[in-house]
């Protein structure tokens, strides 16, 4: 049970922002909420994570509803290379990371 | 981050035979875990690698058909022991550092990917 839902899939124009929804209504308030992509033929890469506020690295931002029911994982602007499986995750505890289906980003150039 | 090696990275086998998967962390991580992700699906955990113990294994997989060393805070191997066509799979090694579990990313190798005739 990934405790998370996300759409199965997306589509994105190349030099466009991209905004990946993730659903986590049961989310409980000590959960962090975390992202993680794969690209093809690789292992998965952490993205990002967060508890409350919105948070801002290199790769993306994320987008943390007032409620933490919902977050949204933002590319600024797609590019070919952020063609991937998009995993939002919320751990529990020490407990290892458990994967959903994740939704999967195609880029068009 | 912890930067994670796997050996082989792929590798052909034939059925009944086995072969171990190596993965090596170039610092000492916490916590080391094996996944598998089989053809077109997501990641399923294998096990926690427990430095100095037995592993704990996840619903649906055992210790004699999977069994893993963890001899210490860097290393870990991954058997996969009489290996079907159903064991044709990718399997990674990831870790994760000490600290608030919840806020600390695990991190990935780029995992072994085994097909076995």
């Known amino acids: 049970d990934a405790k998370t839902t996300q759409p199965n899939s997306m589509e994105s124009n190349e030099e466009e922002p991209v905004h990946l929804p993730c659903n986590h209504s049961?989310?409980?308030?000590?959960?962090?909420i975390h992202w993680y992509r794969q690209l093809p033929s690789q292992g998965p890469e952490y993205v990002i994570h967060?508890?409350?506020s919105n948070v801002n690295n290199r790769m993306a931002s994320l987008a943390i509803a007032e409620d933490r029911k919902s977050s949204t994982l933002i590319l600024h602007r797609a590019t070919l290379r952020d063609a991937a499986v998009y995993y939002c995750?919320?751990?529990?505890?020490?407990?290892?990371?458990?994967f959903g289906k994740g939704t999967r980003l195609s880029v068009i150039a | 981050s912890a930067v994670i090696s796997q050996k082989p990275s792929r590798d052909i086998c034939q059925r009944g035979t086995s072969l171990t998967i190596q993965c090596q962390v170039d610092?000492?991580?916490?916590?080391m875990f094996w996944y598998r992700q089989q053809p077109g699906q997501s990641l399923t955990l294998i096990a926690t690698?427990?430095?100095?113990?037995?592993?704990?294994?996840e619903s649906g997989f055992v210790i004699d058909k999977f069994p893993i060393s963890r001899p210490n805070l860097t290393f870990s191997t991954l058997t996969v022991s009489n290996m079907s066509p159903e064991d044709s799979s990718i399997y990674l090694c990831?870790?994760?550092?000490?600290?608030?579990?919840?806020?600390?990313?695990?991190?990935f190798g780029d995992g072994t990917r085994l097909s076995i005739l």
């Open positions: 990831s870790v994760r550092t000490g600290g608030d579990y919840g806020d600390q990313p695990q991190h």
């Open positions: 049961t989310i409980s308030g000590t959960d962090y």
């Open positions: 967060g508890l409350t």
């Open positions: 995750i919320r751990p529990s505890g020490n407990t290892p990371l458990v």
């Open positions: 610092s000492q991580v916490t916590m």
């Open positions: 690698a427990n430095q100095g113990s037995e592993a704990t294994y």
